[in-house]
Nanobody
Framework: QVQLVESGGGLVQPGGSLRLSCAAS????????MDWYRQAPGKQRELVAS???????TYASSVKGRFTISRDNAKNTASLQMNSLQPEDTAVYYC??????????????WGQGTQVTVSS
């Protein structure tokens, strides 16, 4: 069974940094896309950053220049380095992936989420 598990969330002061990690486990043939989403209380879930199998990266305008997404293909992991964190970044962060346990059989998977709180 394929699973995505996030880690690295916590409480930080404004201006601080956190690094989130997402580990994909189970039988995995290939990963097409890995993304980070976030959802603040009372708001819709939004895309934060995305990285494709070809290495194409996109960021939400609100985090561009502060956040960096990366991947480690050998370990089937994706990371989100978050710098200069602001209170507006407070949210539950979710890892999302489009991957295939078998060739040609891709599906969407979500992690359980990890809380990031930015507060003095």
């Amino acid at each position: 069974q394929v699973q995505l598990v996030e880690s690295g969330g916590g409480l930080v002061q404004p201006g601080g940094s956190l690094r989130l990690s997402c580990a994909a486990s189970g039988s995995i043939f290939s990963i097409a896309v890995m993304d980070w989403y976030r959802q603040a209380p009372g708001k819709q879930r939004e895309l934060v950053a995305s990285i494709t199998s070809g290495g194409r990266i996109t960021y939400a305008s609100s985090v561009k220049g502060r956040f960096t997404i990366s991947r480690d293909n050998a370990k089937n992991t994706a990371s989100l380095q978050m710098n200069s964190l602001q209170p507006e970044d407070t949210a539950v962060y979710y890892c999302h992936g489009i991957l295939s346990p078998d060739r040609g059989k891709y599906a969407t998977y979500w992690g359980q989420g990890t809380q990031v709180t930015v507060s003095s």
